[in-house]
Every structure is written in C-alpha cells, then in structure tokens.
C-alpha cells in the first residue's frame, strides 16, 4: 500500500485525520505501506491540536499491527519536519535515506529499505519515493533513483518501488523500464496508470507502484470515502507475489 498522509490534514488542511487515517489502514492490513509527507515533529501542532499523538506520526501509523518501521527525514524546518516512511509486517534489516533535493526549496527523498522474509532467504527491497514539482527535477531525480537500483539493489532481488511521483505526464514509465527494469503495476494490468490526485475526484495519476522480479495481483485505486476525506491523493494497493 501507498499513501500520502498530507501531514495528517484533510485536503485544504482544515480538519486532522490522523487517527481516523490510521484506522483506515488498518482495516486493509497490507503487510508493508510506504508513507509520503508524514511528519515527525512539529512543536506548534503539538501544542494547539487536541488529539495530536505523543509519538512521531509514522510510528503513531505503525501503532501494533507493524512492528518494524523507518523513517527518512526530509525537509527540516523551524516547527519540525517531514519524510518518507515506510511500515513492515517483515523485518527491516537496513535502510537508507536518499537525499534527492535539487534546490532550496523542495526537499525530496528516497527511503531503501531491506526486508528480510521469514523461510525465504532473498531480500526484498523497497524505495519509498517523493519527487518534486517541477518536471526537470523529477527527470533528474528518477535519474538517481536509476542509479540508487543500479548499485544497491542485486539484479535478482524482488524490488518495490511505491510514492507520490508527482508526474502526470507519464514520463517516469520509460525511465525505470529502460534504467531500472521497473514496470508500473496498473499500467502491466490495465494500460494505463491510475489516478489518484486530487483525492474527491482524481484526475491525475501522481502515485504509482513499480516492481522488478515479482508478479503482481488485483492492483486498486482506494477512491471513495473513507479515503477521498483523509488527504488529497488517493491511495494505492497491490497485491505482490514473489
């Protein structure tokens, strides 16, 4: 699963969600969720939000259902900060934080983690990805993650690749085919990639799951309530196979 968690905000930052966005995960138990803008801290909203949670937001998410986590700090700011994280029902035996910032003003990230499988002794990897606005960025931001897969991750090993891509333009498809291997699991299962942006009435397909060395299953777009009220993007589920 793949989910923009907004920072815990509904769309426009009226309302927050959190705690309803965390009983929705929950309910589709998938056994490994990458995370896209969750917060780690933030001193004001601790302070001013009744119901704000003690912990950092992704272990918050994590609660009881994923014991092993990881967090990549992004952008850092007066208040607090923001990454990607990702949940894992499997342990998590490594992890790097990509620093894919191209100016001072996005700040981007990839997160790699290993996950170590019980009775299977190949690694799966995963890369959490959050991409920038601009069109040249996000070119030379797949270009590193290409390069990150080239030297981190063994060709046999099963890869899984999920985020906010931010490219509605579809331009990422060639990229990761030809410098990585990746193929798009909606485009594989229906020719095209699901849109998922803005959430009430997705129009965009910003989000996306990429695999390498592993067959995929029943790939759906969570569009209607609850989701379409917990964050601006619409999240993503895949069933992998391995």
Not at 22 to 37: H, K, M, S
Request: glycine share 6%.
């Amino acid at each position: 699963m793949t989910v923009n968690t907004h920072k815990g905000f509904a769309a426009l930052n009226r309302r927050f969600i959190l705690p309803e966005l965390r009983e929705a995960v929950r309910t589709v138990g998938a056994d490994v969720v990458f995370l896209q803008e969750v917060l780690g801290t933030h001193s004001r909203h601790s302070q001013t939000i009744q119901n704000w949670p003690q912990a950092p937001h992704y272990e918050f998410l994590a609660d009881t259902m994923w014991p092993q986590f990881a967090y990549g700090r992004n952008a850092v700011y007066p208040r607090g900060h923001h990454g990607n994280a990702l949940l894992s029902k499997f342990p998590i035996v490594e992890y790097r934080n990509h620093d894919v910032s191209l100016n001072g003003v996005e700040k981007r990230g990839l997160l790699h983690c290993t996950l170590s499988l019980p009775g299977r002794s190949l690694q799966v990897h995963t890369i959490c990805v959050h991409l920038g606005l601009s069109e040249e960025q996000r070119g030379q931001q797949l270009e590193l993650l290409c390069l990150i897969v080239r030297d981190e991750v063994p060709p046999d090993a099963p890869l899984i690749v999920a985020g906010d891509f931010n490219d509605w333009r579809g331009r990422a498809h060639r990229v990761l085919k030809e410098g990585a291997a990746l193929h798009e699991v909606f485009v594989h299962a229906h020719g095209y990639a699901a849109r998922t942006f803005p959430a009430r009435f997705p129009v965009l397909p910003l989000d996306r799951i990429y695999v390498r060395n592993a067959g995929v299953h029943a790939p759906i777009v969570l569009a209607r309530r609850p989701w379409s009220h917990l964050s601006d993007h619409a999240p993503l589920v895949a069933e992998i196979t391995l």
